[in-house]
């Protein structure tokens, strides 16, 4: 039995399902980039083996970021490079949650909402680092959005990766987190929530949010969130932050579902595999085809809207300057170790992607390949979003 692409599910339900519902133009753009992904419409190259003879045809993927065959280099560069970054510190995982109530918002004004959390996070963070009785200094902040559930629902959160303690600009000095947990969750969930709250009622205020018509909605909505509980977690990565960039790194730069945990496609049904966190359990789910599309396409992010932000001494404009002053700071008896370390993380990581870039006969596994003459394109190839 051939394995399931999820091509193969936009061909048997795509149709019924643009019927039922009118797709954005970014997901018909993510729609008609994975019909054609690995296809003769992409073009691609003709591989020869000298050692056998064989021939067959290798066609290019599409390259959208929603694509479930594509962007495993790139996830795996990405990681490779945001590794470079670490620091000779213990790393804390942090996820802050949207509550379920504000899905509706979401899909009205996903840009304006997902915006909003990243600042509502950072601001947040900024705070309590800043905070003389805690770290005094300048948090660094890798985040990666994620907008879905096992099941594909929608659950939007902000998974972060942040270094065990901050860096005082003003005194040169490294200021290590001393306790279990970057600070207290329960006062860091009352934080959040109060910031998102009031950038929410800000956008609201300035006419970002227009698709909220019902009068009284966003005071009535908002005012119940702020009597309940927002979700924080947090975990410390003692020595071991590369787990938590290997979790990160699968998701970067792919959506909801790989296509491996595709089990079967009926007539009118998808089924495939989910893990239950509660009881850490894989257990199987069945939907029908249009709902499964539904469910997919909903995670497809605006046109351009970047997922993977860096804050404090991790943004972009300060990250080498300030990640060698830390690391300066950081000297010790294992600093010759870690050097080691990352040099032969770096070796092994070059061997990774050399062997990703040969060529091996599908038949006889013979690295002695050759590339014939190029598969010309057959149309326009669709733009990237």
């Known amino acids: 039995m051939l394995p399931i692409k999820m091509s193969d599910v936009l061909a048997q339900f795509g149709a019924s399902y643009?019927?039922?519902?009118?797709?954005?133009?970014?997901?018909?753009?993510?729609?008609?980039?994975?019909?054609?992904?690995?296809?003769?419409?992409?073009?691609?190259?003709?591989?020869h083996c000298n050692h056998c003879g064989f021939e067959r045809s290798h066609y290019y993927s599409c390259r959208n970021r929603h694509c479930p065959q594509c962007q495993q280099q790139a996830s795996q560069a990405w990681r490779d490079q945001r590794q470079q970054d670490l620091l000779p510190v213990p790393y804390f995982h942090l996820v802050f949650t949207l509550p379920h109530s504000l899905n509706g918002w979401v899909r009205l004004h996903p840009r304006?909402?997902?915006?909003?959390?990243?600042?509502?996070?950072?601001?947040?963070?900024?705070q309590f680092a800043s905070d003389p009785k805690r770290l005094d200094g300048q948090l660094?902040?890798?985040?990666?959005?994620?907008?879905?559930?096992?099941?594909?629902?929608?659950?939007?959160?902000?998974?972060?990766?942040?270094?065990?303690?901050?860096?005082?600009?003003?005194?040169?000095?490294?200021?290590?987190?001393?306790?279990?947990?970057?600070?207290?969750?329960?006062?860091?969930?009352?934080?959040?929530?109060?910031?998102?709250?009031?950038l929410l009622r800000q956008a609201y205020g300035n006419g970002e949010l227009e698709g909220i018509t019902r009068k009284g909605e966003v005071d009535?909505?908002?005012?119940?969130?702020?009597?309940?509980?927002?979700?924080?977690?947090?975990?410390?990565?003692?020595?071991n932050p590369e787990r938590v960039l290997?979790?990160?790194?699968?998701?970067?730069?792919r959506i909801a579902i790989s296509e491996s945990r595709l089990l079967e496609l009926k007539e009118e049904s998808v089924r495939f595999r989910w893990k239950d966190y509660r009881d850490g359990q894989h257990k199987i789910m069945q939907l029908a085809g249009i709902e499964f599309l539904r469910r997919f396409l909903q995670h497809v992010l605006p046109k351009a809207f970047m997922r993977i932000r860096h804050y404090g001494f991790l943004s972009n404009r300060y990250r080498k300057i300030k990640l060698?002053?830390?690391?300066?700071?950081?000297?010790?008896?294992?600093?010759?170790?870690?050097?080691?370390?990352?040099?032969?993380?770096?070796?092994?990581?070059?061997?990774?992607?050399?062997?990703?870039?040969?060529?091996y006969c599908s038949r006889c596994k013979s690295i002695d390949t050759r590339i014939l003459p190029w598969i010309a394109l057959l149309k326009e190839r669709p733009r990237m979003i």
Not at 18 to 32: A, D, G, H, I, M
Not at 36 to 45: A, H, I, K, P
Not at 246 to 253: E, G, M, Q
Request: proline share 3%; aromatic share 8%.
């Open 18 to 47: 643009s019927k039922q519902y009118p797709l954005r133009p970014e997901q018909q753009q993510v729609v008609t980039c994975i019909k054609q992904c690995r296809t003769g419409v992409l073009g691609g190259v003709q591989l």
């Open 112 to 126: 304006e909402i997902y915006g909003l959390l990243f600042n509502a996070v950072w601001q947040t963070l900024k």
């Open 140 to 198: 660094g902040m890798t985040a990666v959005l994620h907008t879905w559930g096992q099941q594909l629902d929608q659950h939007v959160h902000l998974h972060c990766l942040i270094p065990a303690g901050a860096w005082n600009q003003e005194t040169q000095q490294w200021h290590p987190a001393r306790s279990s947990y970057l600070f207290p969750v329960k006062a860091l969930s009352r934080g959040y929530r109060g910031r998102m709250v009031s």
């Open 220 to 239: 009535k909505l908002l005012n119940e969130l702020m009597g309940k509980n927002w979700v924080v977690y947090t975990k410390t990565c003692h020595g």
């Open 246 to 253: 290997d979790y990160l790194a699968r998701y970067t730069h």
């Open 324 to 359: 060698e002053a830390i690391r300066k700071k950081l000297m010790n008896t294992n600093s010759r170790d870690a050097t080691t370390r990352s040099a032969m993380d770096t070796e092994e990581n070059d061997i990774k992607v050399k062997s990703a870039s040969v060529w």
